[in-house]
């Protein structure tokens, strides 16, 4: 079967380099699925998991939005951050997740909601891939 090679790089470097039959991601425009021999594509992404699929197995990967790249079987996903199922830290993401709750709830002029949503969005999505491995 063909595959695609897909790289997740944050700035901090790679997260995972390999083969999959099939990605899945969401863009701003909606959600995406990246078979073999797609036309050539760059779409910004937004926070949520990609997913990688390869014989049966699906593997997801949380992104802090960021961008996709394919070209030629190669599908590069630039991500602001991005974390493998195994490497989240569940307590952090479920602290993260409160303490954002709490600072939308407070809806005082000194806190940065816009700040608090993307927070928000970012714990809901680490914890949403560790639940669903």
């Known amino acids: 079967m063909k595959t695609l090679t897909v790289s997740v790089v944050t700035p901090d470097g790679p997260i995972l380099e390999d083969t999959f039959e099939m990605v899945s991601c969401k863009s701003e425009d909606g959600e ?4 073999p021999n797609h036309i050539p594509l760059v779409a910004p992404l937004i926070i ?8 049966g197995e699906t593997i997801r990967v949380a992104i802090g939005g960021g961008f996709i790249e394919v070209n030629e079987n190669k599908v590069t996903i630039l ?3 991005a974390e493998k199922p195994g490497d989240i830290d569940v307590q952090r993401a479920r602290k993260a997740k409160e ?12 806190i940065d909601f816009r700040r608090a949503e ?3 969005k970012r714990a809901i999505n680490r914890l949403d891939v560790v639940e669903k491995r």
């Open 99 to 110: 303490r954002a709750e709490r600072r939308l709830k407070a809806k005082q002029d000194d």
């Open 79 to 81: 991500a602001q951050s």
């Open 48 to 55: 949520s998991a990609v997913r990688l699929k390869r014989a």
């Open 118 to 120: 993307y927070a928000l």
């Open 32 to 35: 995406l699925g990246i078979l």
